[in-house]
């Protein structure tokens, strides 16, 4: 009758390590909640990239949906990342680049090298802007509404997988409301 009680440590061992195993492999991790969802995208005013004589603002956001991506040339996940935002661009996506704590000429080569595929750039050197948006590292993507508000974040690389089966649902929703 009391053999039972032996097994006892065994269960919760195994209800530990089922536990371990959701915890780790189960959840996506590129689903990190952000306290900016369907929220305007922070206030700021920085320079754009390659014109630095040029400040923009989160006004130059507004008007139209796009993706807002946050990169450096620092980043070997934004060069793996970085042949899908051009294919993107030639299919017409709207894309406004972070370029996050970076060097500019480093950017600036970056860009030269591998074709430029944002609208244009926002320098944001020391990060500000990468940290008013809760930013993890690069690369990191927001969908951004035409009003400015930030639908949804996607961290990591966008592919294939994740522009159809994660991101083109949200942008083309986005662009219906934008016809409406």
């Not at 195994?14 to 371990?20: D, E, P, S």
């Not at 989160?58 to 060069?79: D, F, Q």
């Not at 972070?98 to 020391?126: C, G, H, M, S, T």
């Amino acid at each position: 009758m009391k053999r039972w009680k032996l097994f006892l440590p065994l269960g919760f061992f195994l209800t530990f390590c089922v536990l371990l195993y959701i915890g780790l492999f189960m959840e996506d991790k590129s689903e990190l909640p952000s306290m900016l969802l369907d929220k305007p995208v922070p206030e700021f005013s920085l320079k754009k990239l390659k014109q630095p004589e040029q400040s923009v603002t989160e006004a130059a956001l507004k008007g139209k949906v796009l993706l807002l991506n946050v990169w450096g040339s620092w980043c070997p996940a934004c060069k793996i990342e970085h042949p899908y935002l051009m294919k993107l661009a030639r299919e017409g996506i709207n894309i406004v680049g972070v370029n996050y704590k970076d060097e500019r000429q480093d950017a600036l080569k970056w860009l030269d090298r591998l074709e430029d595929p944002y609208l244009f750039n926002i320098a944001d050197n020391d990060g500000r802007l990468g940290l008013d948006l809760g930013v993890y590292g690069a690369p990191e993507t927001f969908l951004v509404d035409k009003k400015g508000v930030i639908r949804h974040k996607h961290i990591g690389i966008i592919d294939d997988r994740v522009w159809k089966e994660d991101l083109k649902p949200r942008y083309d929703a986005l662009q219906k409301e934008l016809v409406q």
